[in-house]
């Protein structure tokens, strides 16, 4: 099954933010093509590329970068705190902003802390790792109020923002890991990319990680070289194993490992297995995924079981799940059902209800609430998630539940023109938010009952600015689903205006 989170190398994500803001990140400055080392912003401050001067900072960004002034003209420092006072230096001049880095903190935060990865300034997913806990909550709010200033719907300015729900221990949550393998010389590198860079970082250990993620990854690691498996090489192009993906179910404790290859033999595969089988009990399942060639995409189209289980099961809310290697489930178990559990707190759902599930992917919402309601249909447009939300709905005997490919903007109308009327709709879309279309056809037909979960603060708030004509925000419950990073996620009570 395809999942729908097929991430591009770090050095090939494009440099955008999606709240309009310019990142601080982005192409090196070029002074050739810039015509010189200085450069003037469009509002014509003279600045140039390796420029130092000391910077108070404001405060943080939506992507968890310092935010300070320069002659009036805003600065971004990745890994600068509010309130402090730093030495920084130049690294990109842009019309509109200029980019630089930390030489040296004049004065220091009281919320700043050492990070418990020490790489965590130089590979992404860590921007806040400098923060204390508290601090990170507060900046998730934050994040919320920025994207509504932006955008301010209608009455954003008393909204209920509920305070970030928090972990209790805000590292060892990711269940899944899918990281590059590389030898460079004799030197083996398992591990994540330099920021904008193809130099991969060796990381004996993420804090972040599922440390039973990290230990089958660190142990593959060692037999792969023992067993002088082949690598891929991408200068030649040349090779076998280029990416290794370690799941582990939060419930059972299994793990599903997945070699992602450059050719679709595997030479050396049978004494790989026999080794793993010995060293790592926990692995029940081990696949080959075939991804020929250069290419941004982790994944390719082809799954393999070369041994043990097809699936590791999850359990969310009470509900059985079967994940094969490519099935996409939130990487933090804990705080998923604490997302679910607001939703359905939020909706107030009877036995009569029709709820729509939108943006299904598994299924892991609607069947959660399956058996609070009538009847539930949900959309989703990769096949192989719908296929394995109806096969989740059959191994929870589940007969209420249906759901069907296609895109929330075209069968969400579609039913509703059926006469399928939906009492209760979730939307769960990705970061790009809701499509027009699916926004006009809520306006026009207004479900009683609505949540909206969002992953991007930003595209919420756009969103928002239409859905406001016809419904009131209750409150947004900010929900940190990754502790440490700058994601922001939350849950969304909407009630209709003419309710109210
Ligand atoms: C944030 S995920 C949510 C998945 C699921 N609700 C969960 O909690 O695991 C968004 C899902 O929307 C799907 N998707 C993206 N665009 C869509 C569209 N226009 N219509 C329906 N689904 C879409 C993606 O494939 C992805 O599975």
């Known amino acids: 099954m395809t999942e729908n989170s097929n991430k591009k190398r770090p050095y090939q994500q494009k440099a955008r933010t999606t709240n309009g803001q310019k990142p601080y990140y982005g192409k090196k400055f070029d002074p050739r093509k810039q015509g010189g080392h200085s450069q003037k912003t469009s509002e014509g401050v003279d ?31 990745p890994g600068a705190l509010p309130d402090e006072v730093a030495v920084v230096k130049v690294t990109e001049v842009q019309p509109k902003y200029i980019a630089a880095k930390v030489l040296k903190i004049r004065e220091k935060s009281p919320n700043r802390v050492k990070p418990l990865d020490e790489f965590a300034d130089e590979v992404g997913g860590f921007e806040l790792e400098h923060m204390t806990y508290a601090a990170q909550l507060a900046f998730k709010k934050d994040v919320l109020v920025q994207s509504l200033e932006k955008f301010q719907p209608k009455g954003w300015s008393t909204y209920d923002l509920r305070n970030t729900i928090g972990m209790e221990n805000p590292y060892e949550y990711r269940n899944k890991a899918q990281f590059p393998v590389r030898k460079i010389g004799d030197q083996f590198r398992v591990g994540m990319y330099k920021r904008s860079s193809h130099d991969l970082v060796d990381l004996p250990v993420v804090h972040t990680q599922n440390p039973a993620t990290m230990k089958v990854l660190r142990t593959i690691r ?3 070289d023992k067993l002088s498996v082949s690598i891929y090489n991408e200068d030649k192009n040349r090779g076998t194993v280029k990416t290794i993906v370690a799941r582990v179910s939060h419930t059972t404790g299994d793990v599903q490992l997945t070699f992602v290859t450059n050719t679709d033999g595997f030479p050396g595969d049978t004494a790989l297995i026999a080794a793993i089988n010995q060293a790592l009990p ?7 995924n075939f991804n020929p060639g250069r290419t941004s995409l982790v994944w390719g189209d082809e799954t393999i079981k070369l041994w043990g ?8 809310m009470g509900k059985t ?55 539930v249909r949900g959309m989703e447009i990769i096949p ?34 059926e006469g399928w009327l939906a009492d209760a709709l979730v939307v769960d879309p990705p970061r790009t938010g809701l499509d027009t279309a699916l926004r006009r056809e809520i306006l026009r037909t207004q479900p009683e009952k609505f949540v909206y979960i969002s992953c991007n603060a930003s ?40 309710h109210s």
Do not use: C
């Not at 289980?309 to 969310?316: A, M, Q, S």
């Not at 005997?397 to 023109?417: C, D, M, R, V």
């Open 309 to 316: 289980k097809d699936y590791i099961e999850e359990t969310v």
């Open 321 to 375: 799940f079967q994940l094969s290697p490519r099935a996409f489930m939130q990487l933090n178990h804990t705080q998923m059902s604490v997302v679910y559990k607001e939703a359905l707190s939020a909706l107030n759902l009877t036995h009569a209800d029709k709820l729509v599930d939108a943006y299904s992917g598994v299924g892991t919402i609607g069947l959660s609430l399956a058996d609070k309601v009538g009847e």
């Open 282 to 288: 926990e692995v029940t399942g081990i696949f080959q």
């Open 47 to 77: 600045v140039r590329v390796g420029q130092n001067f000391p910077l108070t900072i404001k405060r943080l960004g939506i992507n968890g970068e310092g935010i300070g002034y320069f002659k009036r003209k805003i600065v971004f420092v």
């Open 222 to 224: 060692e037999l792969l």
């Open 384 to 417: 192989e998630a719908v296929d394995d939300a109806n096969i989740n709905a059959k191994i929870n005997h589940i007969e209420n539940a249906h759901y069907e490919i296609g895109t929330a903007e075209e069968l969400f109308p579609k039913w509703q023109s």
């Open 459 to 498: 595209t919420l708030a756009r969103d928002l600015v239409d859905l406001t004509k016809a419904y009131k925000v209750e409150y947004i419950q900010s929900i940190d689903m990754f502790p440490q990073t700058a994601r922001w996620e939350g849950v969304v009570k909407l009630t209709r205006r003419d």
